[in-house]
């Protein structure tokens, strides 16, 4: 049986997660879009959830993760996060 945080997050929900992913900076930017072109569609709660913490980060924080510059630490360092972080860096 699937939990909530693994039931598939509905459109209204990606509309705002989508809008809370504008960014400041354009390389987060393309890095979040191409994300959202390669898996809007199977996005779960957990996921949405991970990918909200990031976005909590400052354009220059979430940049150096991007780009594999820096690694997650602290309450960075779950597996929810470093999933999200993955994929997001396979959008590239």
Excluded at 5 to 21: F, M, V
Aim: with cysteine; aromatic share 4%; net charge negative.
């Amino acid at each position: 049986m699937e939990t909530t945080l693994d039931a598939p997050l509905d459109e209204r929900a990606l509309s705002k997660l989508r809008w809370r992913c504008r960014r400041g900076l354009l390389e987060n930017d393309l890095f979040i879009e191409r994300f959202f072109n390669q898996h809007a569609a199977a996005l779960t709660v957990r996921q949405a959830q991970a990918l909200g913490v990031l976005m909590d980060l400052s354009d220059n924080d979430l940049l150096d993760l991007l780009l594999g510059r820096k690694v997650p630490e602290g309450d960075l360092a779950t597996e929810d996060i470093t999933h999200v972080l993955a994929l997001l860096r396979q959008a590239r």
